[in-house]
Every structure is written in structure tokens, then in C-alpha cells.
């Protein structure tokens, strides 16, 4: 059994950072790549960044463009989400999800429930 709860996303406005976190519990995420993913209103669920579960390899969607840093402490069994220069079309529900495999977007077997990220002008 694995939980994956993420936390910290908010209203903000335009321009505005936030750390999302996301912490296992069940099963140490120490041999666990790690994905952020996000799904708009009316939209379907896109990819966002990952990390390899050794923290040696990041990768991040296009429409990131440089404003997000994703990061991991298996010590704390938490992979993290830093957001800066947040614009209104990033509002979603942002959720993270681990792979024992690969990095793909279908790769990923255990999924956390999202948290409210709302950007306004």
C-alpha cells in the first residue's frame, strides 16, 4: 500500500511562486521515479515534470518553460514542486504519481489525490 498526499497549492495571483509537495507514506519512495501532473477544468490530465528516483535526471513539459524546478528527499520520502511565475492559464489540480519503471506518462501505478492550484490576473 502506498498513499501518495499532496499539499500546497493555493490562490495566488499572476506572477506569484508555490511549492507543491507531495509525501508518501506505505512505501519509501527511494526506488521510485516521480511525476507532477496536472488537469485543468474541461481539460485532460497532461504531464508536467519528473525526476528519476535518483534525482539525477529532471524533465519538464514545454509549457513549463524554464518557471518550475521539481525536486526530491527521499529522507523525508517527499518529492516537491517549486513554481514561479505563475500565470492564470496554470490553474489545475496538480497531482503526483510514482513509477517503479520508467518515466513515461503511462508508466506511472500509484496516484495521489491532486491539490488546487488557482492563478488569477
Known amino acids: 500500500q502506498m498513499r501518495l498526499a499532496a499539499?500546497?497549492?493555493g490562490l495566488?495571483?499572476?506572477g506569484a511562486s508555490l511549492r507543491?509537495?507531495?509525501t508518501a507514506s506505505g512505501r519509501s519512495l527511494s526506488?521510485?521515479?516521480m511525476g507532477w501532473f496536472r488537469q485543468a477544468p474541461g481539460k485532460e490530465r497532461e504531464f508536467v515534470a519528473a525526476i528519476s528516483w535518483t534525482g539525477g535526471g529532471r524533465y519538464y513539459a514545454d509549457f513549463v518553460n524554464g518557471r518550475f524546478?521539481?525536486?526530491r528527499d527521499?529522507?523525508?520520502?517527499?518529492?516537491?514542486?517549486?513554481m514561479d511565475s505563475l500565470k492564470p492559464w496554470d490553474t489545475a489540480v496538480y497531482s503526483c504519481a510514482a513509477s517503479a519503471g520508467g518515466l513515461g506518462y503511462g508508466?506511472?501505478?500509484?496516484?495521489?489525490?491532486?491539490t488546487q492550484v488557482?492563478?488569477?490576473p
Not at 527521499?74 to 517549486?82: D, E, F, M, R
Not at 508508466?107 to 491532486?114: A, N, R, S, T, V
Open 107 to 114: 508508466e506511472y501505478d500509484h496516484w495521489g489525490q491532486g
Open 74 to 82: 527521499n529522507a523525508k520520502n517527499t518529492v516537491y514542486l517549486q
Open 12 to 14: 495566488v495571483q499572476g
Open 69 to 71: 524546478t521539481i525536486s
Open 20 to 22: 507543491l509537495s507531495c
Open 31 to 33: 526506488n521510485y521515479g
Open 118 to 120: 488557482t492563478v488569477f
Open 7 to 9: 499539499s500546497g497549492g
